[in-house]
Antibody, heavy 119, light 107 residues
Framework: EGQLLESGGHLVQPGGSLRLSCAAS????????MHWVRQAPGKGLECVAY????????YYTDPVRGRFTVSRDNSKSTLYLQMDTLRAEDTALYFC????????????WGQGAMVTVSS | EIVLTQSPATLSLSPGERATLSCRAS??????LAWYQQKPGQAPRLVIY???SRAAGLPARFSGSGSGRDFTLTISSLEPEDSAVYYC?????????FGGGTKVEIQ
């Protein structure tokens, strides 16, 4: 059974930057695509970024495209989300999630990292 | 972007009763539909994938059905620990959107 552990969540001012990390264990990290999913307080789930196992393909949802960058270091079994030009509406709990396969459901989730954007 | 609409928004039932949750897609997603359970303060947990396959460790009272645009998650006999919000999600293309959720309350 694999595990994911996020870190890096913090309070940041509007316009600021933050980098989230997600450390993976218990599975062959480079074999799987990974996602970042966020949940604003009291709201539903929104998938914001995708990266393939070899980092050859990335996708972003419209609200974050051009401001967020997803990356991974397979040698460290770690996923990253670089968030720049942060806005109040980016305030959310950010989860990393492993997909079962390229178009598969998310079978392993981290516990989440809270990002609060406020002055 | 595919829109998933879940109903009802809230389901209040007693232990032992049957829960039926619905998810309708704005266009066909084939069998590429998953269900997740989220309890307060926890990450979502995969319940059903590919419309009807139960995730590892989930009790047999959870089942999924449907294809195309209409899907159902059924909990055959509710237990107190099934109280949670349940989300559906498609995996056809990007972005893999989620439905708005159904809150299951155990009276």
């Amino acid at each position: 059974e694999g595990q994911l552990l996020e870190s890096g969540g913090h309070l940041v001012q509007p316009g600021g930057s933050l980098r989230l990390s997600c450390a993976a264990s218990g599975f062959t990290f480079n074999n799987y695509a990974m996602h970042w999913v966020r949940q604003a307080p009291g709201k539903g789930l929104e998938c914001v970024a995708y990266i393939s196992g070899a980092s050859s393909t990335t996708y972003y949802t419209d609200p974050v495209r051009g401001r967020f960058t997803v990356s991974r270091d397979n040698s460290k079994s770690t996923l990253y989300l670089q968030m720049d030009t942060l806005r109040a509406e980016d305030t959310a709990l950010y989860f990393c999630a492993k997909a079962r396969n390229t178009y598969g459901a998310f079978d392993i989730w981290g516990q989440g990292a809270m990002v609060t954007v406020s002055s | 972007e595919i829109v998933l609409t879940q109903s009802p928004a809230t389901l209040s039932l007693s232990p032992g009763e049957r829960a039926t949750l619905s998810c309708r897609a704005s266009q066909s997603v084939g069998y590429s539909l998953a269900w997740y359970q989220q309890k307060p303060g926890q990450a979502p947990r995969l319940v059903i994938y590919e419309a009807s396959s139960r995730a590892a460790g989930l009790p047999a009272r959870f089942s999924g059905s449907g294809s195309g645009r209409d899907f159902t998650l059924t909990i055959s006999s509710l237990e107190p620990e099934d109280s949670a919000v349940y989300y559906c999600q498609h995996r056809v293309d990007w972005p893999p959107t989620f439905g708005g959720g159904t809150k299951v309350e155990i009276q």
